[in-house]
């Protein structure tokens, strides 16, 4: 069964079982009017994904004021990938921006990311990621990967690209990156499962 953490809370409560007070926001100005509506000098702002990893989906935060809490949730949303827009139209804030950028080029900067194409695929079939990346096997996220990155990932990652140029451990952050593209485009046979 797969539910959000706010549909189990739901049920526990139904039955008596106490709960922390919670509302579901939908927008960044929900969660403000929620957090101003809830009160007390802190809460939570949490991202609602049915796969684990909710880090992926932008974490969980604490916020110390109604401003605050919809700071973070317009950054949470702002960290959704992939976006349902083109990144030339997408407007997210800086944060926002750099956020989603840190986690695609730590997950896809892992030196043995192409090797993980199994347990990706399974990842990706739970969020449901597959049939939107036209996946149909753990061999074409090697296959494809090149397209992928290049398509898909590097318009949302360039400011982020900038950053990481200052140091020399940035620097390698960025071969990760491009080495893995190498690999999928040349090694194919080294790289993970084979059609």
């Given at each position: 069964m797969?539910?959000h953490?706010?549909q189990?809370?739901?049920i526990?409560?139904?039955?008596?079982v106490p709960?922390?007070r919670?509302?579901?926001?939908s927008?960044?100005?929900?969660?403000?009017?929620?957090?101003?509506?809830l009160?007390?000098?802190?809460?939570v702002?949490?991202?609602?994904?049915?796969?684990?990893?909710?880090?992926?989906?932008g974490?969980?935060?604490?916020?110390?004021?109604a401003d605050?809490?919809?700071r973070?949730?317009?950054?949470?949303e702002?960290?959704?990938?992939?976006s349902s827009?083109?990144?030339e139209?997408?407007r997210?804030?800086e944060?926002?921006?750099?956020?989603?950028a840190?986690?695609?080029?730590?997950?896809?900067?892992?030196p043995h990311?192409?090797r993980?194409?199994?347990?990706?695929?399974?990842?990706?079939e739970?969020?449901g990621?597959?049939r939107?990346?036209?996946?149909?096997s753990?061999?074409?996220i090697?296959?494809?990967?090149?397209?992928?990155?290049?398509?898909?990932?590097?318009p949302?990652?360039q400011s982020?690209?900038?950053?990481?140029n200052?140091?020399?451990?940035?620097?390698?952050w960025?071969?990760?990156?491009h080495?893995?593209v190498?690999?999928?485009?040349?090694?194919?046979?080294?790289?993970?499962?084979e059609?």
């Amino acid at each position: 069964m797969k539910i959000h953490e706010y549909q189990a809370k739901a049920i526990l409560k139904r039955h008596g079982v106490p709960v922390p007070r919670g509302e579901v926001a939908s927008t960044a100005a929900d969660a403000r009017e929620i957090a101003h509506r809830l009160g007390g000098s802190v809460v939570v702002v949490k991202a609602q994904i049915h796969a684990g990893g909710r880090g992926k989906g932008g974490g969980v935060k604490l916020a110390r004021s109604a401003d605050d809490a919809e700071r973070i949730a317009r950054a949470v949303e702002g960290s959704r990938f992939p976006s349902s827009m083109p990144a030339e139209v997408e407007r997210i804030d800086e944060e926002a921006a750099l956020l989603r950028a840190a986690d695609l080029i730590g997950q896809l900067g892992d030196p043995h990311y192409i090797r993980k194409a199994n347990a990706l695929y399974h990842e990706f079939e739970e969020a449901g990621l597959n049939r939107q990346l036209g996946y149909d096997s753990p061999a074409d996220i090697v296959h494809k990967y090149p397209q992928f990155y290049w398509n898909s990932v590097a318009p949302y990652i360039q400011s982020a690209i900038r950053y990481l140029n200052v140091t020399a451990n940035g620097r390698q952050w960025i071969a990760n990156l491009h080495s893995n593209v190498f690999r999928a485009e040349r090694e194919v046979n080294l790289s993970g499962p084979e059609r």
